[in-house]
């Protein structure tokens, strides 16, 4: 039998049968049995955590250089990796999940706080709910059907799928990938630089949508000197039924010399607001944009 009578203890399999309440602290890979109880945080340095289904942790649990594996109906506090993935299986009860350099994987009808990676893709299962924000810095975010998150949904380098029935409250923004939406609402505003906004199967954005390529996005030669190198704007495309409640914004540079982008709002489709352009954009609109257009180099 093992026993459980420091705080620090070193260990290959921790199997628990009954209830523990002894924070553990381990250098060697954790698992945590079905079913099980344990009242207390869980933390490994090199190695990481493996918790089967219907278990239950009562504190947090943390995973230095190593990785977090939950079955399914786990309840568990908050989830934290410096490098390695999370991986979480259905029906489960979390707090926040963040990891630095993984991929994390939320399992159907879980529900977690907030979700954040600095390198890794993020991927939220079916029915599941976030009550906060999920990022990424690096990663591609997906989106499942019927999937809630009250708060903001943002990736820097990577794209960001919503599928049937999801529902962002917050904002969705994308620096540099397109953001697509099949069947799906965004309360806030849909945004990006280089990647396209693309609403298709009656998809609605309540904010507006904007593609603004700044001033200073340009890359210059040494010393700053020399003609602006701009990024390629994305463009917006509005199909199948969808419906921006607000305006269509597209903000671009005076010097940019890139392809210009293209906007489309196709006969089913509708634009609630105005569509605010900058003149060297091209509209291709066979849907009613009840605010008005204006194309100026805004």
């Known amino acids: 039998m093992t026993q459980f009578n420091s705080r620090r203890i070193s260990l290959s399999v921790l199997a628990l049968s009954a209830v523990l309440s002894l924070p553990v602290l381990a250098d060697s890979p954790v698992h945590v049995a079905a079913g099980t109880t344990h009242e207390g945080s869980i933390a ?28 399914e109906r786990v309840t568990a506090g908050d989830i934290e ?3 390695g993935g999370v991986s979480i299986g259905a029906g489960s009860q979390l707090g926040s999940i963040e990891s630095r350099n993984g991929a994390i994987s939320i399992g159907a009808g879980s529900t ?16 599941s709910t976030v009550s906060g924000a999920v990022e990424t810095r690096n990663g591609k975010i997906s989106v499942a059907e019927n999937v809630t998150v009250a708060g903001d949904l943002t990736a820097r380098n990577g794209g960001i799928e919503l599928a ?9 923004t994308s620096r540099n990938g397109a953001i697509r939406l099949d069947k799906a609402r965004v309360v806030g505003n849909l945004s990006s630089r280089t990647g396209d906004l693309v609403l298709r199967q009656a998809s609605t954005v309540v904010g507006n949508l904007v593609i603004e390529i700044s001033e200073g996005a340009g890359e210059r030669g ?4 020399g003609r602006a190198r701009y990024p390629e ?9 969808s419906e921006v409640t607000g305006d269509v914004i ?33 509209l291709l609109s066979d849907g009613p944009i009840s605010g008005g257009g204006d194309q100026t180099a805004l």
């Open 44 to 71: 490994t340095r090199n190695s990481g955590v493996r918790v089967d289904d219907d278990a239950r942790i009562e504190g947090s649990i943390s995973a230095r250089n190593g990785g977090v594996r939950l079955g």
């Open 81 to 83: 990796t410096r490098n």
């Open 112 to 127: 977690v706080a907030s979700v954040k990676t600095r390198n890794g893709g993020l991927r939220l299962g079916r029915d």
């Open 164 to 172: 049937a029935g999801s529902l962002i409250e917050g904002n969705a």
């Open 222 to 225: 040494w010393f700053g000197f």
């Open 233 to 241: 704007a994305g463009n917006i495309e509005i199909l199948e039924d």
């Open 250 to 282: 597209v903000v671009l540079p005076e010097d940019y010399d890139r392809d210009p982008p293209t906007v489309t709002i196709d006969a089913t489709s509708r634009v609630l607001g105005q569509v605010q352009l900058d003149s060297r954009v091209q």
